[in-house]
């Protein structure tokens, strides 16, 4: 592990809290050291108060915030004083812990300290880091891992037994900290948790760090523990789509609500997954206690929810009686998935939270892998993981947690989705909490957005093996499909029907109408399996109801729509799948309107253009942004009931009225 300081980066950051900006953002870019909000970093800063008086404060970094991408606006200001005389007490629970740091702070505003604050403050060292880093929970996570730190560090540093972290453990390192620190001390190990380094300046602190964690890596490469080999190539099969969907379904039973589910590509990951004792590494337990609460004790083996489920509900069974207060039991569904078929898959309430998820049992992958070249993978016992899974103040969260968006951990596939009301429909449904699968043949789609729920593909949807790789694709990514949303569609310039010759008539009647039966017919397998049923919403249009001169294929095309989305739902009802149509009229800002084709079409009517745009009832255009708000309250639970409508979203038109 190289220093990743630079002297003109560093010039950035000013004053002693810049300084502990900069050197915590280089802890965060290393992955092997911190993950996801992981670790936590310190400086002690002398300042004078408001009424005068001076006084030391300690800026931690303050929970919600991760170490990559943390501002001075993430550290917590508490007034050390109050730090050391709470460290005396004999005993504090976390609830009360928060609550004494929350009140001492300088900043009203500021966020909550970490919960490794009095910890901090202990350490009478300047500026102290602290990391999970994954060498050293591969060493810490053997049965010989205490004996191993001490032949690579000796004295330099002080080793503390895992205790979890919260009051107690600030505690036991304030006693332990203080029999065994000498003028050698250099950091401070925490068995089958993590590492501090500390140091007058910044700088310092952060190179110990890099330099202790790189003593670690080195004795595991000396031991032929650090480099792992590369997993041989692999074939899974090419159409995975319809397992993963069934499976997702059974996860999201298991949980109570909709899950995402996220396939990993990653060969090491499927080579473990067939290991003849993948059981047995697999199912001893997180690498540091503080993923439990996003990846669950342990991953799911095989394809077999509900003997995960039984097996989750004995082991809180066999716990919670013992905890100190009383205990609800977290949804019961596994996070991490190994299958030798498929390889991982990881499982959140939303795609970042899968992603989170699939970071960290990668990282999970390589500890486990190398303490077994070390002699033997060993995570703590069952009961301390319970603890961490189910500490109070996670317990305080769960019961304080808002509502979700309504549509968080399903998944709506959406066809012309680079602009106009396909494009609309991609930022309601991503408003609304869903993943988004995005088709178009526009490449531009495929970075119309930088997010985990969000996945563009280029695709010409008449091309219908190119959709199914496109619907493969995104069911690998997200885990199965929830919603479909037919919109695209061309509208060809307007043409008489004594003129209108057939290859145009094909080329509408193929995209406006093949490709959606192509479409429904490869979605209905996955529909099947949402959740929360499937949903199907067609964007028709006003010609389907009330059809114009000149128009003769687009018309024919979205009422043959229309006529097919009857059908479907004659024979679709039975999987409770709804299907219902939209059909809107004078939507202009969408890429079908061109300036030429309005004018033409104002034109033909004899009127302006301005008047042409509004000329319905309400004497009023309608946006795409409209169309898109339609079709999620459609797709939401205002609808559950209604399947068959057809809805004009036009201003109101005598001929449809
Ligand atoms: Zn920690």
């Not at 953002?25 to 670790?39: D, F, N």
Request: with cysteine; glycine share 6%.
């Amino acid at each position: 592990m190289k220093s990743l300081w630079n002297d003109n980066e560093a010039k950035l950051f000013t004053g002693e809290l810049g300084q502990r900006v900069y050197t915590s953002r280089l802890l965060g870019r290393e992955p092997s050291l911190v993950l996801h909000g992981g670790g936590n970093t310190s400086v002690k800063i002398r300042e004078r108060n408001i009424v005068g008086e001076e006084e030391t404060i300690l800026y931690v970094k303050g929970s919600g915030w991760d170490l990559e991408n943390i501002e001075a606006a993430g550290f917590s200001p508490v007034r050390m004083d109050y730090l050391l005389k709470l460290a005396t007490l004999p005993a504090l629970s976390d609830p009360q812990m928060v609550n004494e740091l929350r009140t001492h702070m300088t900043s009203a505003t500021a966020p909550t300290p970490s919960v490794e604050t009095i910890l901090h403050a202990i350490l009478p060292y300047k500026y102290v880091d602290h990391t999970h880093a994954d060498a050293i929970i591969a060493i810490t996570n053997t049965s010989a891992g205490q004996q191993r730190i001490e032949e690579i560090y000796g004295d330099e540093l002080v080793m503390i037994p895992y205790i979890m972290p919260g009051f107690d453990l600030a505690r036991s390192c304030a006693e332990l900290f203080v029999q065994h620190a000498t003028t050698r001390t250099r950091g401070m190990i925490l068995l089958n948790h993590g590492i501090f380094s500390f140091g007058d300046t910044a700088r310092v602190s952060y190179e110990r760090m890099i330099e202790l964690v790189t003593r670690a890596e080195d004795y595991l490469t000396a031991c032929k523990a650090w480099f792992l080999p590369p997993a041989p190539p692999f074939t899974v099969k090419t159409e995975l789509r319809v397992e993963l969907a069934m499976l997702r379904h059974e996860i999201s039973r298991a949980a109570g609500f909709p899950v995402i589910m996220s396939l990993s590509a990653d060969e090491r990951a499927l080579e473990f997954a067939r290991r003849n004792d993948v059981d047995t590494l697999a199912r001893q337990g997180p690498a540091t206690p503080d993923h439990i609460i996003r990846t669950k004790r342990i991953p799911m083996i095989g394809r077999d929810v509900s003997g995960f489920v039984t097996e989750y509900e004995r082991y809180f069974q066999r716990h919670a009686p013992f905890a100190r207060e009383k205990k609800t039991m977290l949804d019961p569904a596994p996070r991490v998935v190994l299958d030798p078929e498929f390889g991982l898959c990881t499982v959140g309430k939303t795609a970042q939270d899968a992603a989170i998820v699939m970071d960290i049992y990668q990282h999970t992958l390589d500890v486990i892998l190398r303490a077994t070249a070390l002699g033997g993978y060993q995570a703590l016992p069952e009961r301390d993981l319970f603890d961490m899974e189910y500490w109070d103040l996670e317990q305080a969260k769960l019961r304080k947690s808002g509502q979700s968006p309504e549509f968080t951990g399903e998944i709506v596939l959406i066809t012309g989705a680079a602009s106009g009301i396909g494009k609309a429909c991609v930022n309601t449904f991503l408003a609304r909490g869903a993943a988004i699968i995005a088709l178009d043949i526009n490449p531009v789609i495929a970075t119309l957005h930088h997010r985990p729920d969000y996945l563009g593909i280029q695709c010409d949807i008449t091309d219908e093996a190119a959709v199914m790789q496109a619907i493969e694709q995104g069911v690998r990514v997200f885990g199965g499909l929830d919603m479909l949303i037919l919109n695209a569609g061309i509208f060809p310039a307007g043409c008489p029907l004594a003129e209108l010759d057939s290859a145009t008539w094909r080329q509408v009647m193929q995209i406006n109408l093949d490709a959606n039966l192509a479409l429904l017919r490869l979605t209905y397998p996955l529909l099947k399996f949402a959740p929360k049923n499937g949903r199907v919403i067609a964007i028709g249009s006003r010609n389907a109801l009330a059809p114009g001169p000149g128009a003769a294929a687009y018309s024919v095309s979205k009422a043959a729509l229309t006529q097919l989305m009857r059908v479907a739902i004659m024979e679709w009802s039975k999987d409770n799948i709804r299907i219902n149509c939209i059909h809107p009229d004078a939507v202009y800002d969408t890429a079908l309107w061109t300036d030429e084709v309005l004018a033409a079409r104002a034109t033909h009517y004899a009127m302006s253009v301005a008047d042409y745009k509004k000329r319905n009832l309400l004497k009023t255009e309608v946006s795409s942004a409209d169309v898109a708000a339609l079709a999620a309250t459609m797709a939401g639970p205002v609808f559950a009931k209604t399947t068959g409508a057809q809805i004009p979203q036009d201003g109101g038109n005598e001929r449809v009225i």
